[in-house]
């Protein structure tokens, strides 16, 4: 990936210390994830919208940021509470 964006940003104070993974997935709808264990996948056709590197370290860090606010996490416990109330 560009310049070793990710691996720059992975090292961001607050992020779990957890093995991040970065997967790239060859697909023209655009769009960017990240999934519980660390791993953030961005879509080529999101990349084909970006201009320049800077954009595209905008929404890594978003991804990661989902790490550092635990969001996976809350989604989980959101559906087990869904999956025990009915």
Same mark, same amino acid.
């Given at each position: 990936?560009?310049?070793?964006? #990710? &691996? ?6 607050? +992020? #779990?210390?957890? &093995?991040?993974?970065?997967? +790239?997935?060859?697909?023209?709808? #655009?769009? =960017?994830? %990240?999934? #519980? ?5 961005l879509?080529?056709?999101? +990349?084909?919208? +970006? &201009?320049?590197?800077?954009e595209?370290?905008? *929404?890594? %860090?978003?991804e ?14 959101? =559906?087990?509470?869904?999956? *025990?109330?009915?």
């Amino acid at each position: 990936m560009a310049h070793g964006i #990710p &691996d720059k940003l992975k090292s961001s104070p607050g +992020l #779990p210390p957890i &093995d991040y993974r970065f997967l +790239l997935l060859k697909e023209k709808r #655009p769009n =960017a994830f %990240a999934m #519980p264990g660390g791993t953030t996948g961005l879509i080529t056709g999101l +990349l084909e919208t +970006l &201009d320049n590197e800077i954009e595209l370290a905008f *929404v890594i %860090a978003h991804e990661l940021g989902h790490f550092h606010n635990r969001d996976h996490l809350s989604g989980l416990g959101r =559906a087990a509470g869904f999956s *025990v109330r009915f």
